[in-house]
Structures are given as C-alpha cells and as structure tokens.
C-alpha cells in the first residue's frame, strides 16, 4: 500500500518522511530512543544499530501491509524527531490508529511539535480515513499530557502508570483551526 499524503511533501518547509531500512535510520533511532533526556517515558528498545535495522526491515513488510508508519520529522532539510502510527484497529465501534514514540529533541523549531502532530492527525483522519484516534502518554510525563488535552484529546481511563485518550476528527478539525500559525509556517516552502 503506498501511503499519499501532503504532510509526506518533501517540497513543504515541514513534512513527514516514512523512515528508512538503513543504517542511517537505525543509527538516528538508536540516537533518540537511546538519549535519556528524551526516552523518559517511552518504551525501552535496543541501542544497538544492527538491532535496530532488523526491527526496521520487518516494519517495512507492514508498512507495505498498511498496519503501521513510522516517520522521521524533516523541517528544513533537517531531521528533527520520530513519530510512529500503529495498533490500527476496531474501537468503540470505530475505526481507530495510536500513535506515539513521538520524539523531538531540543532545540525545536517553532511550532514542530504542534505542526507535526497535525500531520499525525491529517495522514490518519484525511488519508487513510480513521475515525479516531487512541493513544497513551505515561502519567509522569505532564508537559505531554497538557499537550494533548490543549489539543482537545479526551481523557477517558487511567491507570498507575498511564492516561488513555480518544481524538476525534472533529477535534482534529479545531486542533487544526486553533493551530493557522503553525500551519502557515510550516507549510511552506522551505527556507533557504
């Protein structure tokens, strides 16, 4: 399945790009995912790059399938994070994606946090037609939690260890509304 989508424009100052199965990636995953300044509240993973790339050539057999992307955030020319779209699935009656593994070290350019999960939000609600979105940020990490609730997600459990939240396209739609700035800016041309 070839996923089309503009937030995939390379010709956009900001876009999405699905990550590759080479050393390169892996190397840069490892990178992020290794760092513990910024791996505090994700799931543990290997920083071995060969690891990595093994687990990178088999997410590219269901990336193909449709069941999952895993993305590198590019603004500028530049690599500036990871984001990943899995666990597609019926829920409440919905069709439903997660996504997370959502990593953007500092210094962040302006607006990239909440521009690059609008692009989350467009590939998930526009291209491929989701209904909702479901996704979990661990209770300690709080500047997150206050990120996704001045979006509009929806607390609907918790647990000791985690929030769960529900995003609608209709909150999709405000985010996006609320959010022009950032849209205009990274939607644009790159800068020279």
């Known amino acids: 399945m070839t996923l089309r989508s503009a937030a995939l424009d390379g010709r956009y100052r900001t876009h999405l790009r699905l990550v590759n199965a080479d050393t390169l990636d892996a190397a840069y995953i490892c990178a992020l995912r290794g760092d513990e300044t910024l791996n505090q509240h994700l799931s543990?993973?290997?920083a071995d790059?060969?690891?990595?790339l093994k687990w990178l050539e088999a997410y590219k057999v269901r990336e193909?399938?449709?069941?999952?992307?895993?993305?590198?955030?590019?603004?500028?020319?530049?690599d500036h994070g990871?984001?990943?779209?899995?666990?597609?699935?019926?829920?409440e009656g919905r069709r439903s994606f997660c996504w997370g593994s959502w990593i953007i070290p500092p210094p962040r350019p302006p607006g990239l946090v909440t521009y690059s999960a609008l692009l989350v939000y467009e590939i998930g609600f526009e291209a491929l037609g989701f209904?909702?979105?479901?996704f979990d940020v661990r209770r300690e990490n709080?500047?997150?939690v206050g990120f996704?609730?001045?979006?509009?997600?929806?607390?609907?459990?918790?647990?000791?260890?985690?929030?769960?939240?529900?995003?609608?396209?209709?909150?999709y739609q405000a985010f996006r509304h609320a959010s022009e700035a950032q849209i205009s800016a990274h939607r644009a041309p790159p800068h020279p």
């Open 148 to 171: 996704h609730e001045r979006a509009g997600a929806r607390r609907v459990a918790d647990d000791e260890q985690d929030i769960f939240f529900r995003f609608s396209p209709q909150d």
């Open 131 to 134: 209904e909702q979105a479901h």
């Open 82 to 91: 990871l984001v990943r779209m899995y666990d597609f699935r019926e829920l």
């Open 64 to 78: 193909q399938a449709g069941e999952e992307y895993y993305f590198v955030i590019v603004s500028d020319g530049a």
């Open 49 to 52: 790059v060969a690891a990595q």
């Open 44 to 46: 543990p993973s290997s």
């Open 142 to 144: 709080t500047g997150v």
